[in-house]
């Protein structure tokens, strides 16, 4: 725990978990889809933060007879499984917020409103924390990216929270959810496919 870039891994676990535990019982008590959406996001970066701090560990690891190369492809590896875990949970956030779109229902703006500052402001946090790191590791940008897609929900949220409490308009919760799902698939496609070119030694 001494060395700087595990310090900054446990950091950022410890404010999603944060994050995941306030979005979960403020989106179950909002009624908020968006709200819930970003819970379960934030739930897939607790794991693959801790994917990727595990990786970070391995990848000091001196090179033996076995791994005459060292582990500094664990890394990798860790960046592509995080990307794959992404993709799958965008396309289901998209998938949810189609089915919600058809059915919108009374959202609690109020609570929205305050539980998505919280987890913007937790979000800024762990961006900052491991964004130095980031611009010499794909494991560390990886992980950067979930924290970028977190904030940026987390501002839509915030966004739609206002619009909801104000005007009532209850379809902007799905329609952040099917937004936030978009960009979400984008970053995470381009992360898994330059992670895979080196695995592949493109």
């Not at 701090?53 to 190369?69: D, E, G, H, M």
């Amino acid at each position: 725990m001494k060395d700087k870039s595990s310090l900054r891994y446990f950091w950022v676990t410890l404010l999603n978990i944060i994050i995941t535990i306030a979005e979960f019982i403020g989106g179950a008590v909002s009624g908020s889809l968006a709200l819930l959406s970003d819970a379960v996001h934030n739930l897939s970066d607790v794991g693959s933060i801790i994917l990727a701090f595990v990786a970070n560990l391995i990848s000091k690891r001196k090179r033996n007879t076995s791994k005459t190369f060292g582990y500094d492809r664990a890394e990798i590896l860790a960046a592509f499984t995080n990307g794959i875990i992404l993709i799958v949970i965008s396309i289901y956030l998209f998938i949810e917020g189609i089915q919600r779109f058809s059915h919108p229902e009374p959202i609690k703006g109020k609570i929205m409103l305050i539980v998505s500052l919280i987890g913007l402001a937790a979000n800024l946090i762990s961006m900052l924390v491991v964004m130095k790191e980031a611009k010499t590791s794909l494991n560390a940008k990886a992980t950067f990216l979930n924290m970028l897609s977190d904030a940026i929900t987390s501002v839509a949220v915030v966004i739609g929270a206002i619009v909801i409490s104000i005007w009532k308009i209850y379809w902007v919760d799905p329609v952040l959810t099917i937004a936030a799902s978009v960009f979400l698939l984008k970053e995470a496609y381009e992360v898994t496919i330059k992670a895979a070119n080196i695995l592949m030694e493109t």
